[in-house]
């Protein structure tokens, strides 16, 4: 039994890190325990996607943690979305269209080891590796783990506990025991599986190495994201069942004809694919809704954990070190008081959490069906004349979601909702730009969207 209380994170994953250092930077002594081994000294299976997308706000509040500039040197620039048509024509479709608003690729593994080795050389914090959460009482933070290599029980008394376990949170399903509390998964009828684009002999991307490269087929897509390394890091999406789906992929012919059919441009470029099928797991997808995202003063989740999002948007990792950075705020405000603190950082998070799984979701429809369709691509055009001519107002929402940590995700969506509403009417019947009536445009935008500001 520890001598002291103190203050646990259960979840050495990304976002655990992060919020031990701002934890640790308000004066607390924190202890993170993780249920796998430490990354640092043995190569773990990822299991889930090795590289992600870095956008404004993970990078703000890894900024405000100091971290950001340990990890500077991994992060590599996606100016847009690379669309492969199935004749092997490409065409870039830029996210943004100022200087900066691009995303990054980083790879997941190394910017959790230099969190870790931030949080633990900088700050004091304890990392406790192998360590299962076995059992936890809510009232009085009492928890026991178990050790992976003999199955021995670890004790600890906490002050409090602060959950960053992932969807699978052992934290909070003990929540969703008690009274008054509300959890429920949403498992997408689609799956993942990841592949791989090795680099060329002289270690360059075989391809564009500054997009996210998309292969959109309607029902399913495959997408690819650079690595340093100069290989790429390829996920195919596809409905778990179903005439075109996983299970129809049970053996090497099959997904060698499926990509010869679907994906022909990447077949040179994946050398192990059939290898790398069959080696790898598929993944499932989910939303994960709950509330409240805490338990008195005692419990808090964060993360994954309280609001697990499908990854079509990119925000997962983004939101999650958001969660850090806005109860370091919030602790600001509240001086302190924990429970008033947690009180209020569910309270505020909740809208715009549930905000983003909705774009997520919306986004993997726009990934997979809509980035090649004509009508898309000239409301896409017209938004960003808009946002030039109307900057106080007028600001596309994936611009809101990717480049404006300012504008909260709720808000981001309810603008998105009001801005479609006037690019359809705008763009009816319409083919070109020179179709649309400016002065309408000016008409609506006034009239609609209030100025941000």
Not at 433 to 438: A, G, I, M, T, Y
Request: some cysteine; glycine content about 8%; overall charge negative.
């Amino acid at each position: 039994m520890s001598e002291h209380k103190e203050l646990v994170i259960v979840g050495a994953g990304l976002a655990g890190p992060l919020l031990s250092i701002y934890m640790a930077r308000r004066g607390h002594k924190v202890s993170v325990y993780e249920l796998r081994a430490d990354m640092r000294k043995q190569d773990i299976p990822a299991g889930r996607s090795i590289n992600l997308a870095l956008a404004e706000r993970g990078i703000n509040a890894l900024r405000e943690a100091g971290a950001l500039s340990l990890i500077e040197d991994q992060l590599i620039a996606m100016r847009g979305r690379m669309i492969h048509d199935h004749d092997g024509s490409q065409v870039l479709q830029p996210y943004g269209q100022k200087e900066g608003e691009v995303i990054y690729s980083v790879a997941r593994g190394e910017l959790n080891k230099r969190l870790m080795d931030l949080a633990e050389q900088k700050h004091g914090v304890e990392f406790h590796f192998d360590h299962r959460l076995h059992t936890l009482q809510p009232e009085s933070c009492a928890m026991e783990f178990k050790r992976s290599h003999d199955d021995s029980i670890v004790r600890v008394a906490a002050e409090r506990v602060m959950a960053t376990d992932g969807g699978g949170s052992i934290v909070r399903r003990t929540m969703a025991a008690y009274s008054g509390y509300d959890s429920h998964e949403e498992i997408l009828p689609h799956a993942y599986k990841e592949l791989r684009i090795p680099a060329a002999e002289n270690g360059k991307h075989r391809i564009d190495g500054n997009s996210l490269h998309i292969w959109p087929r309607g029902g399913f897509m495959l997408i690819a994201l650079p690595n340093p390394g100069g290989d790429f890091t390829v996920t195919l999406f596809l409905p778990s069942e179903g005439p075109i789906s996983f299970v129809e992929l049970d053996g090497r012919e099959e997904v060698s004809a499926f990509f010869q059919a679907h994906f022909p441009d990447t077949v040179a470029l994946l050398p192990d694919l059939e290898k790398d099928f069959f080696a790898n797991p598929a993944g499932e997808l989910g939303t994960i809704r709950s509330y409240p995202y805490h338990y008195k003063d005692k419990i808090l989740l964060l993360g994954d954990a309280a609001h697990a999002v499908v990854p079509f948007h990119g925000q997962g990792m983004n939101c999650a070190f958001e969660d850090c950075l806005e109860l370091d705020r919030i602790l600001d405000q509240c001086g302190d008081d924990w429970g008033d603190a947690f009180a209020a950082f569910s309270k505020q998070r909740k809208p715009n959490c549930d905000a983003i799984a909705d774009m997520a979701l919306e986004n993997y429809l726009e990934m997979r069906d809509s980035v090649t369709d004509p009508i898309y691509l000239l409301q896409k055009k017209l938004s960003f004349k808009l946002e030039n001519q109307y900057a106080d107002r007028f600001i596309p929402r994936y611009s809101m979601v990717m480049f404006h940590h300012e504008i909260p995700y709720a808000e981001a969506k309810h603008r998105g909702e009001i801005q479609a509403g006037i690019l359809r009417e705008l763009t009816a019947g319409k083919t070109s730009l020179d179709e649309v009536d400016f002065q309408l445009a000016g008409r609506l935008i006034s009239e609609k969207l209030e100025c941000m500001g």
